[in-house]
């Protein structure tokens, strides 16, 4: 079975800075989808990004980026510029296209220092 | 806002009652998802459908059911409720088991089982 981890709790960061949020998975798949959510005190699920597992290439939005090694089974966050609005839970999401479950981390929680 | 609804928003029981939690996904997505997220703890998959039938299924309770109807509305079912049963029950749709399709997520029901 999949699973996915975040090793870190929670973490802080200066207003402006970058952070980067650490995310290791799990499988025997080849083929897979990766994301990131992002869950404010809201509590609403805001998904940040996606990567799939056979592009290569590390996707970005805006200010979100990551860094995908899929040798590694490795997928972190990094967060540019940071803002008091970034924070939040994050989750890192793990989806196989085999039996179409979607696993989450236990998530980080990232504080934004003014 | 993310187009899928969760009714209702809170819900407070007591122990050994069952309620139903009542999700609509968004317009023209056929697959329904139902997570419970614990306190500061991170998402379990419970449960999936697709089109009406049950497509993945996770750690889910006995005591704990589903169905989606045919204007694919669904519905969780949670019977003798325990104090650990509190927890936060979230809904998402998505257009189809589409990997790379992200999840919508609703606003989430808050059940409190005194």
């Known amino acids: 079975a999949q699973t996915v981890t975040q090793s870190q709790p929670e973490m802080s960061v200066q207003e402006a800075e970058t952070v980067t949020l650490s995310c290791t998975y799990d499988?025997?798949?080849?083929?897979?989808?990766l994301f990131w959510y992002k869950q404010p005190p809201s509590r609403q699920m805001i998904l940040v990004i996606r990567?799939?597992?056979?592009?290569?290439q590390n996707a970005t939005e805006n200010r979100f980026s990551v860094n995908f090694q899929k040798a590694a089974k490795s997928f972190s966050l990094k967060i540019s510029d940071s803002q008091l609005g970034d924070a939040a839970m994050y989750f890192c999401?793990?989806?196989?296209?085999?039996?179409?479950?979607?696993?989450f981390g236990k998530g980080t929680r990232l504080h934004i220092l003014p | 806002d993310s187009g899928v609804t969760q009714t209702p928003k809170h819900l407070i029981t007591a122990t050994g009652q069952r309620v139903t939690l009542r999700c609509s996904p968004r317009?023209?997505?056929?697959?329904v998802y139902w997570y419970q997220q614990s306190l500061d703890q991170g998402l379990q998959f419970l449960i999936q459908?697709?089109?009406?039938?049950?497509?993945a299924k996770g750690n889910i309770l006995e005591r704990f059911s589903a169905q989606q109807f045919p204007d694919l509305h669904s519905e969780l079912n949670l019977s003798s409720l325990e104090l650990g049963d509190s927890a936060l029950y979230f809904c998402?749709?998505?257009?189809?088991?589409?990997?790379?399709?992200?999840?919508?997520f609703g606003n989430g029901t808050r059940l409190t089982v005194t």
């Open positions: 998402a749709s998505s257009v189809e088991p589409v990997p790379n399709s992200p999840l919508h």
């Open positions: 499988t025997s798949e080849s083929d897979y989808y």
């Open positions: 990567q799939e597992a056979y592009k290569q």
């Open positions: 999401a793990y989806r196989s296209p085999a039996d179409d479950k979607i696993i």
């Open positions: 317009s023209g997505d056929l697959s």
């Open positions: 459908y697709y089109n009406g039938e049950e497509r």
